[in-house]
């Protein structure tokens, strides 16, 4: 079946701009992840989306940064007044169930990315 | 300081030759994954580790987990250019939610 796609595989947007980046998870996983990968910092989590439970958003580098989904599949990641530190590559995954530490159904599965380049 | 260590940084090896990528947890290892990432993809899955002294193999890849030691190594045979690539280890950790901790990866290189 269809693995995790990510729109747009690529944005380059002005400094101070808003961008919306989608991921649409592998059919039937509930659970949800972003990270971030740049240069500097390595993989870094970002957020968490489990069921209806409220989203793990620990990994969020600040209040500009907020993400959404709807009906328990789509999500959205959206970078408000975006600043040249967000230049990244934004992955998304999605696993089975989550919620259960280290077990099979765990196994994330990464989209392509979200290469974001901000000027 | 980094969570999940990874060595070497970078490795080249020329075709045919073993190898051997090392990551190593400060923390707690509730399950350890290993993927691979070519430049400008997506993490593509390898190996999932859970269990002390579990080994995995996946056609010349091979993967141990040595859970008192809180350590996993991925062991190529006969590396082929095909291989080349970033290795990335991925654990959840103690105090890590569910979140996937991540080395800051091997990156491969197999010369003819």
């Known amino acids: 079946g269809a693995g995790v796609s990510q729109s747009p595989s690529n944005k380059v947007t002005e400094k101070g701009k808003d961008v919306e980046l989608r991921c649409d998870p592998i059919?039937?996983?509930?659970?949800l992840y972003w990270y971030r990968q740049s240069l500097g910092q390595g993989l870094e989590f970002l957020i968490y989306f489990q069921g209806n439970s409220a989203p793990d958003k620990s990994g969020l580098p600040s209040d500009r940064f907020s993400a959404e989904r709807t009906g328990g599949s789509v999500s959205t990641l959206t970078i408000q007044r975006t600043q040249q530190e967000d230049s990244a590559v934004y992955l998304c995954a999605s696993s089975l169930v989550g919620g259960t530490r280290g077990t099979r159904g765990d196994t994330q599965y990464f989209g392509p990315g979200t290469r974001l380049t901000v000027l | 300081s980094q969570e999940l260590e990874q060595s070497p940084q970078s490795l080249i090896v020329q075709e045919g030759k073993n190898l051997t990528i090392n990551c190593t947890s400060s923390k707690t290892l509730y399950g350890l994954y290993w993927y691979k990432q070519k430049y400008g993809e997506g993490l593509i899955f390898l190996m999932m580790?859970?269990?002390?002294?579990e080994e995995k193999s996946h056609e010349k890849i091979t993967a141990k987990l040595d859970e008192k030691k809180q350590q996993s190594s991925l062991h190529i045979t006969a590396s082929q250019p095909s291989h080349a690539g970033i290795y990335l280890c991925?654990?959840?950790?103690?105090?890590?939610?569910?979140?996937?901790?991540f080395g800051t990866g091997t990156q491969l290189k197999v010369e003819l």
């Open positions: 991925g654990a959840v950790l103690t105090g890590g939610g569910n979140k996937l901790t």
């Open positions: 580790l859970q269990k002390g002294g």
């Open positions: 059919s039937g996983h509930t659970a």
